[in-house]
């Protein structure tokens, strides 16, 4: 499964910005999708994932600001991220959770850089 993630950018404090992340491949089911985030110095850390059913789980740090959504007909993940502060700046990743013909597997997308800064 390829994933190909788009959407970041610069944005000042108090911003929005919506990142999408589109799956291709030949899968028989994507089960979870999610968003990572890694800042500078820092260890990749959970974001937000959305289970199949549209169960949602989302880190302390960005409960109320962000919204993870998925479409599952076009395979896309989407993270809406509002009231943006400066610790939000790092490498947002998205990785799915799928079952193809090899059994279960995991990828992971290239990275979108978010800056938050004025």
């Known amino acids: 499964v390829q994933l190909q993630a788009s959407g970041g950018g610069l944005v000042q404090p108090g911003g929005s910005l919506r990142l999408s992340c589109a799956a291709s491949?030949?899968?028989?089911?994507?089960?979870?999708m999610g968003w990572y985030r890694q800042a500078p110095g820092k260890q990749r850390e959970p974001v937000a994932s959305?289970?199949?059913?549209?169960?949602?789980n989302y880190a302390d740090s960005v409960k109320g600001r962000f919204t993870i959504s998925r479409d599952n007909a076009k395979n896309t993940v989407y993270l809406q991220m509002n009231s943006l502060k400066p610790e939000d700046t790092a490498v947002y990743y998205c990785?799915?959770?799928?079952?193809?013909?090899?059994?279960?597997?995991?990828?992971w997308g290239q990275g979108t850089l978010v800056t938050v800064s004025s």
């Open positions: 990785n799915v959770v799928y079952i193809d013909a090899g059994g279960v597997g995991s990828s």
């Open positions: 959305i289970t199949s059913g549209g169960s949602t």
């Open positions: 491949g030949r899968v028989f089911a994507i089960n979870a």
